[in-house]
């Protein structure tokens, strides 16, 4: 009788009956014979640990409800595979279960433009992360479950991770949010088969596995990580636990093959010729499945799949707040009062949940008045930021609107990689980045943000949006929570001027809309330029005014979309042929080096271009004692211009 | 009788008499005086905290072998702050043991320009290491105690920590660092008085902190953090305890301010008015503190101190050795080759330790020969690279020369704030990045570190070199090691051509010495220059071939030093009036981008600038096909020049 694919999607049987459990185990030798394949075909990747893996594949890819018809959809349950150099074994497993063609996960695995990837990606069908920088997994198996937690679903998580990377911080991070956040819909498989590059991981780097999971809080199960109906046993377990369990899955390193089990060596190693025949024979499978794969990888690079499909977000984000003239605010304040509106709005309506991360600054980047609008949605992570980027980006692709506030130097400079990592998965990530240049008040260089463009600038896919004054900060978070992709809004900490109309009217208020890219024209001028950015708009304004005394009208333009500078947009500015930018960021890698780079890219004819930007790490004092001692003042801007 | 403040240094006493408990509790009242009144002349800072932490400081200046006569030199004790935010507890300690003169630190906190940074900074005599950024400073301490075990001295290192960062996932890895290298020479004191910014730790984030060190494998000791007898005591048995110990410090947030204490919002707010009044009454001070330090202010910024010495280090680094013409290696294998006759050299000879940290990938960086040669010297970290980087870091101020290799994802990306951290502590880190680029092997878009140079670029102090080939990879190992100074060396995976000079020679062996700054002129041309950077080098040189054909002479000019370009060393370049530059790093923001800032800089007349580098995520495959999907190759360069 054959196999049921889906017999165990959902729990329905007490246990496997040893027929079942007998198709599983001859499954995973045909999948380990495929990823070997895989790794014999591109000549490299690593196929112990995808041996070792296989059964855990099989197990979790076959009570999973992601299917190959439901795998795009927004509701349902995730996998995340932290240990994303097992990459064949999971494509083998989704092959089996017919995700795609196996075949073409062997014939184009690692082959440049193809979907599969060296280690997974979410180009694949069925991969919810892309990882391979490990201890990144858990966190986004976390999002994931907050995700389906806040809508309401019965969606479960499963997280595969390897044994070596355990000892990440990133891991310990996540770990306690899920029992922090009372999750019950997430399930950890480890597999411990105790090898990592380096050799053994109790002499690599000793740690007590099942004892930190424990005393996180975690229920600890364990089983033989190649026995299918242990398996099944414990995931059954788990899915009706009351608490988040991992199952250390005890495991063989190249399981199947008896020259790569426990040999380090195969970790990352493709084995060939006679060594790849004896692989197949052991594993029951034809020799033939490489010489297909080989003259396959000639006709192409296989198919690309559907483009991943964000999962619909309905944020209502209601009318703008206006600020009067007079009035003297910090953007962050202004940031908040939009916020706490749109949590309210989309509480009592028909939005998708918005969740909000904090990490222990909620009064400081003014998410305190939404986490009392909306207890539930809001998600205090502690002083975790690795994980909370990673936790707060995943959710972004499960169904929820998700925006995580925090100081700059914590959202983005400590956790760029987990940003660069979003970026590349394609999340929906809000970040509001408070506290950043050299306007964070009197902390002192440690918390000076000066490179959040410059960071941000490395990625494909981020915006990045600066507000020049409150006004712009809300229409700006209003319009960032309405729509998909990664964004990021950045804003100092003092209380600052609205930017006027030359008539004394909120220049961003009534008759402003934002939209992405383009320049502010604060002011028009024609024998000079100011390009500034942020709160340093003030400056410009004041420089101008000095230079009028000078006899000399100088425009002021803001980038508040500074990564979308483009040659038309600043234009105008260049044919003035006098420009200075100013910005509170360090001069070398912000807003001056985009508009270098459009100059020289530029007939610009005769062209004076000053950069004024952060040039040193900043004193710790007022923030405008600390800006006037880096040379970021008026005075500084008009003698610029009148330099030239 | 007068209390001798050198009483407890190095544990003479037994334990403390009741005088002398009685003078340090009246020195805690006197020095958190000091602390509050620093707060309130700033008008800003920490003052709750540091009240708790305030025995815990006396303490640990009491008895750490860390003098104002003996604070700068290499071997002895260091005192590591991690809640840098506790500034005033630390300050005010330091000044009651004669580091400075309190005055100071009450009149100049928090004022720009002072040394008396909002967190504290190495500027100020007695901090050995700045922070701010929780959660980083134990990985600092192992640092220090692992150069102080390789430099075979009695040197402890102390480091005080907060209990709200204790689930910051870096503390974590840094405490199984610790059991993994057998430290004995480190204890930890915890300031545990259960309360951070959101409120009481067990409801912003719960953590089981005393488990946590339990599993790690340390000693936990317990005792009241405001007892002065038992904190002498607790750390008396840590210092003669065969394991790194903790110490959990049972506090009272703001203690001995009966309006501080436990009040989370005292966290970071400063007293002033009739409440400063009232906590000098309390601690028995004068209120005329404040008077005198605001006065004091108002004359100047205060002592700046004697610049931090780097302790000499001495690193023999030999003869270089070179690759003959014929010779195809990859940059990895000449560093690792370098790396390891350094080693042996230094072993067997006077010079320093040469610590060489590594995270379970020594054989694909080539730390493999240097840790078979100098197997005490090599410090395995496991995947574990955020405290990694600051121990690393940290241990590159004590003494001994220090190195990290890692793949440039894991060593740059994932740690970025940590080598920005590293730069603002003034360290001397070697960090050797190998797979850097698209050259990473068929690994994929997560581990293409594209963005070296765009990060590195944020900070001022780090110097960058990206060696052309073996032999210059050779050279600058050797360089760099012999000096001080953080300096990251990036290279690729692949095996690549030794360059050549016209004649077919080695061009970067004999008569090539390395020296920072400048461009390798490869080739001299007339007609149009390609700047290139690493492996390029070898797509500069054929496109040569390819114009030459076309009757155009093409300079290559390497650029090895990017970080270092400027208007002179470019201006050959530029005045041909026909320069593309290439690079295997992001377009925007690497090579390309400095050479457009020179550019819009200089004089440069009839210019046409073309970039090409990294436009978009990367394919996974053999690096030539992800290269050349990325359209990075000789004839792309051809073409750019011919567009012209």
Known sequence: MEF??????????????????????????????WAVTMTAAAGSGHPAGSLSSMHMY?????????TPERFNERDRDYVVVSHGHTSPGAYAALGWYGFFDPEDAMAHFRQAGSAFQGHVERSVPGIDWGSGNLGQGLAAGVGFALAQKARNTSGHVYVLMSDGEQVKGQIAEARRAAISHGLR??????????????GRIEKVMPSNIRGLWETDGWLVRECDGHDPSGLYHALKEASASDLPTVILCHTVMGKGVSFMEGVPDYHGKAPSGELYDKAMREMDASRRLLETAKEKRKTGTGPLFVERQVPPVFVETGKPRSYDPDILTDNRSAFGAALADIGKMNRCGKGSPVLVFDCDLASSVKVDAFSRECPEWFMEMGIQEHATATTAGAASCAGVASLWADFGVFGLSEVYNQQRLNDINGTNLKLVLTHVGLDVGEDGMTHQCIDYLGLLRNT??????????????????????????????????????????????AFFAEGYEFSYGGLDVVRAGKDAAVVCMGHTVRMALEARAILADSGVDAAVYHAGCPLALDRASLEPALRTGNVVTIEDHHVKTGLGSIVQGVAADSDTGDLSLSCLGVSRWGDSGASRDVLAGMDLTAAAVADRILER
């Open 4 to 33: 049921d694919r889906n017999c165990m999607r959902g729990f329905p049987l007490e246990e496997l009956t040893s027929e079942q459990d007998a198709s599983l185990r001859q499954a995973a030798a045909t999948c380990g014979a």
């Open 58 to 66: 099989l197990a979790v890819y076959g009570v999973a409800d992601s």
């Open 185 to 198: 819909n997430i399930t950890v498989l480890v597999d411990y088969n105790h090898i990592q590059i380096s």
């Open 460 to 505: 494909f896919g981020w915006k990045l949006l600066v507000p020049a004054d409150p006004n712009q900060t809300d229409r700006m978070v209003r319009w960032a929570l309405a729509r998909p992709g990664n964004v990021c809004i950045a804003m100092g900490r003092s209380k600052i001027p609205v930017v006027q109309t030359p008539d004394g009217k």
